[in-house]
């Protein structure tokens, strides 16, 4: 893998280690417990996590193959992109966003489902990373709702900087949903 899709995925993986590990601090009869009528639950917040990815997959198969197709040159760029997202302050938490109705969680699914939903879209989302993999992604670019044009390496940051802010959010239903020991 191209070192700077190995180091967007070793990011994913960060990112969607401390969600689980937070996640898993709150006993699985109340995952779908929201801890305010205003705030998500558990598995609102991973339902909601599933929408975006996929999505964020499906954009980068589609633009990868349509890439692939017409002979799009090979990266030789090996430079970080990690931090390429800053001006948005995406992962910001403390910036209050509403989600659009597109990705907004709708099943409040139960644990297994929202831990299959997730785990799903990431292999979407791997599944195409790989198939960009020797792209030159940083020349490719795809609107965002929020962000306007970005490329597709920072499509892949935006998953895990979105993750990111999650996490932020996750640590607050814990809060209010566990006790404190």
Avoid: C
């Avoid at 995925?9 to 689980?20: F, G, N, P, Y």
């Avoid at 699914?109 to 992604?137: F, Q, V």
């Amino acid at each position: 893998m191209h070192p700077r899709l190995a180091e967007l995925s070793e990011h994913l993986a960060l990112q969607r280690r401390t969600l689980l590990e937070i996640a898993d601090a709150v006993p699985t009869e109340s995952w779908q417990t929201r801890p305010a009528e205003d705030r998500w639950s558990v598995s609102e917040i991973l339902e909601h996590l599933y929408r975006v990815e996929r999505g964020v997959a499906a954009v980068l198969a589609k633009r990868t193959a349509k890439a692939r197709a017409e002979g799009h040159r090979a990266e030789t760029e090996t430079s970080s992109v990690l931090g390429t997202l800053e001006q948005f302050q995406g992962s910001h938490f403390a910036r209050k966003l509403v989600a659009p109705e597109l990705v907004a969680p709708t099943e409040n699914p139960d644990r297994r489902t929202a831990e299959r939903l997730i785990a799903e879209s990431r292999a979407a989302l791997l599944a195409a990373m790989e198939s960009g993999d020797g792209l030159a992604l940083g020349e490719i670019r795809h609107t965002h709702l929020r962000f306007g044009e970005i490329d597709l390496y920072q499509w892949i940051l935006f998953v895990a900087e979105h993750e990111k802010r999650h996490v932020a959010q996750m640590r607050e239903v814990v809060q209010q949903l566990v006790p404190a020991s």
